[in-house]
């Protein structure tokens, strides 16, 4: 079950890659979410193209998706993260099956069964998927891969359930990005520059000129001395309308949180029962640690405090005084109980268990041994324990391991650095591994067992001994009691029975002194609406139900993790179309007041050269060299101004130029010099350089040539 063991190690990162394969359904997903809860059509979860989706379709990809995850992880449960990865995964199969695969037909794109094969076991080309979950090398001679495993794999796949649903998955997955990547290579291929267009840029770039300019910023005219009217702004929207669009419906909510925390007489409870629990410790005389796991609040206490706080782990007195620990308590004989400390959420003490003299830090190198379907964990041992014998027989020198290393570890982090993990501290390492490297030695090799495989390790170095202690420590969660929740709980509703309008909202909020929290701008597949709120989702479905109107206000909902009461108010909604004029003045109204100094500068500047303008206004002046029409901003200003840039480079040699409108305020220029481009009559490398550049950018430029043709009607969110 070597395979299985693999898969579930990498698979929280694997499913995200699975995801990753259907980029350009994700992006899609992303900017064609359009649906309103409330729809017809009960069972159809999209329509696309004028095709309906049904919901079982999602369903099945859903399940196809879950399946493969449970059987990588062996039963694992689903957290909210997995569960969203999950979901989107079958959505991009959607997406696939009704918008990509109508492209791949159309230019007859697929991929035949000998292809399929040479990337899932092929020499040259097995894909990442396949890379990755077999931890293939490449041998450096032949640039090929060693597919045993693979195809040993897939070959007898049938023969067992698990291997079965994993190789259907992986297939799927592989055949899929192959089309996708091969479209996407033919569509980049497609892009063509022309000479004449290859010249034009060549010039920008290269013709250059030299000017003197006067510049007065926006901000030498006071905010205060410019009044902008509604009528301004009005006027100012009405004329870049199409700036102001909402892709998609969406929500702009109020919400007040009645946060459970413990009062005081909780605080006081959880100490007392703490403080029974030392004493009960106390009279211990054996099982010290098992006392301290069994009654600690939280049941695996690494978690919590870093590996420092593991069991049966050496730590150092910088890592007990972490955990709340101080220097007489670390520094006391074997038996020693602390006194109960406050750190954070929890009271927490210890007893000391062992202490010892161990190094604070080791240098190892190793070679990895790992059993698969044919080799067993005995014949890794065996061959360790071979391998083993013969370095200590030479006193191998690190050069000698280093080359039975590259030689023989199964390891890819550290086998082509001859072995070597470099210095690592006390619980750095899994306990077996650690165990070798600190209770032994400089110099020792030795052979260990481990969930990985068998490990050959030498101690190549060992800085001084430390004291370090085995600290039995047991914790206690400072909680809120029952009565503590129905406190909040009777608040919370309260608050909503006397807040059924906005008025009141706003009127109970400011008088009881409550934090009013905004979420703007949320749409119907929103999850995380509301920061630490795993259930935002019901939250979402609240102000998008159809018969919502602005100003109505929420029941009481509660945290998945029942630690607080919310109250929610709908205070915006907003249509798919363009953004109505109220929602834009707090962008709008900066816009104009910069518009109406600029053309009170501009009026001013009227008919003014460089050097008048630096005299009557005190303005800032300089000169420039060497800009193009494609600067990126003006050298020693500092200052992205485009229209600057513009003017200058068409405008003729000692001439002035009518004021210019910059983004940071007015200038006026008067161009010095110009320095026409190299004559040149090869563009081919600038055609290629262009070409290529355009490659890059395919995926963002095809999905924008999608966006304007596809047909969505997204109604995932009457579902989830």
């Known amino acids: 079950m070597a395979v299985l063991q693999n898969i579930r190690e990498k698979c929280g990162v694997l499913v995200i890659v699975i995801v990753g394969l259907a980029l350009l359904a994700f992006l899609l997903g992303d900017f064609l979410s359009s649906g309103r809860i409330g729809h ?31 059987v990588a992880q062996q039963g694992k449960n689903v957290d909210a993260n997995t569960e969203r990865s999950l979901r989107e995964s079958a959505w991009n199969d959607i997406l696939n099956t009704y918008v990509w695969d109508k492209y791949y037909d159309e230019v007859g794109i697929g991929i035949s069964d000998e292809e399929l094969e040479d990337l899932l076991y092929g020499p040259k080309h097995a894909h990442n998927i396949i890379v990755q979950n077999f931890n293939l090398q490449k041998n450096a001679e032949t640039g090929e891969y060693d597919t045993k495993a693979p195809k040993n794999f897939f070959d007898n796949a049938e023969e067992n359930q698990e291997y079965k649903i994993i190789a259907d998955y992986w297939k799927t997955a592989i055949r899929q990005d192959q089309i996708s990547s091969k479209y996407g290579n033919m569509v980049s291929k497609g892009f063509y520059t022309p000479t004449a267009l290859a010249k034009m840029y060549y010039e920008d770039q290269t013709s250059t000129v030299d000017f003197t300019y006067a510049f ?16 301004d702004m009005e006027a100012y929207y009405n004329e870049h309308k199409n700036r102001f669009i909402e892709d998609q ?21 959880i100490k007392k029962n703490t403080e029974n629990l030392r004493t009960e410790m106390g009279a211990l005389t054996e099982n010290f640690l098992s006392f301290a796991q069994t009654n600690s609040s939280n049941s695996r206490p690494e978690d919590r405090y870093n590996r420092m706080y593991k069991d049966d782990s050496y730590m150092t007195e910088k890592d007990a005084e972490n955990i709340g620990f101080n220097a007489e308590f670390f520094n006391s004989a074997e038996g020693t109980m602390s006194e109960i400390i406050m750190q954070g959420d929890v009271f927490l003490f210890g007893r000391i ?19 698969n379907d044919s080799i067993t964990m005995e014949m890794c041992k065996a061959k360790a324990d071979s391998i083993a014998n013969v370095l200590r027989s030479i006193k191998a020198d690190s050069a000698a391991f280093a080359a039975m290393a590259t030689q023989y570890s199964e390891d890819p982090g550290s086998k082509n650095e001859g072995g070597s993990l470099g210095d690592f501290t006390e619980g750095t390492m899994i306990a077996e591994f650690n165990e070798a490297c600190f209770s032994n030695a400089a110099g020792t090799i030795q052979v260990v067992e481990s969930p990985y495989g068998v490990h050959i390790i030498k101690i190549n170095s ?19 009691s029952d009565n503590t929740y129905e406190a909040a709980f009777h608040a919370s509703n309260k608050f909503m029975a006397t807040s059924q309008t906005a008025e009141d909202f706003d009127k109970n909020a400011t008088d009881q002194k409550l934090n009013v929290r905004m979420a703007n701008r949320i749409t119907d597949m929103s999850d995380n609406v509301i920061p630490g709120i795993d259930n935002g989702r019901e939250i979402v479905r609240w102000a998008f139900n159809e018969d919502r109107k602005i100003g109505d206000v929420s029941n009481v909902f509660e945290s998945s993790a029942r630690d607080k009461f919310l109250v929610v108010k709908l205070s915006k909604i907003r249509e798919k179309g363009f953004t109505p004029f109220e929602d834009t003045k707090e962008v709008i109204e900066p816009e104009v007041r910069k518009q109406m100094k600029a053309e009170k500068m501009m009026a001013e500047m009227k008919d003014m050269t460089v050097e008048a303008v630096a005299q009557k206004f005190e303005a800032k002046t ?21 229209k600057v840039n513009a003017v200058a480079t068409s405008l003729e040699v000692n001439k002035v130029s009518a004021p210019i409108d910059g983004n940071n305020g007015v200038y006026v220029i008067k161009v010095l010099k110009q320095t026409a481009a190299p004559e040149k009559q090869d563009f081919e490398n600038d055609k290629l350089a262009k070409m290529q550049e355009y490659q890059r950018n395919y995926s963002y430029r095809m999905n924008n040539a999608v966006k304007k043709i596809i047909k969505m009607d997204d109604r995932r969110a009457k579902f989830f």
Do not use: C, M
């Open 462 to 480: 060992q800085t001084k001994p430390v004291r370090k202690a085995k600290i039995a420590v047991l914790d206690q969660e400072i909680k809120f």
């Open 622 to 642: 300089d000169t420039l060299t060497n800009i193009n029409f494609a600067s990126f901003s003006l050298q020693g200003l500092g200052l992205i101004e485009p």
């Open 249 to 269: 419906d969406n929500r702009d909510i109020e919400y007040v949180v009645f946060d459970i925390v413990p009062s005081d007489s909780d605080i006081d409870e």
């Open 40 to 70: 017809g059509d009960d069972s159809v979860i999209a329509k696309i193209n004028g095709s309906k989706v049904d919901h079982s379709e999602w369903v099945a990809n859903y399940n196809n998706h879950r399946l493969f995850y449970e």
């Open 216 to 231: 007065r910023d926006y901000s030498t005219i006071k905010d205060e001395d410019i009044t902008v009217t509604d009528k």
């Open 353 to 371: 268990l062992e202490t010892a003299n161990r190094p604070d830090s080791v240098n190892a190198s190793h070679i990895l041994l790992r059993p």
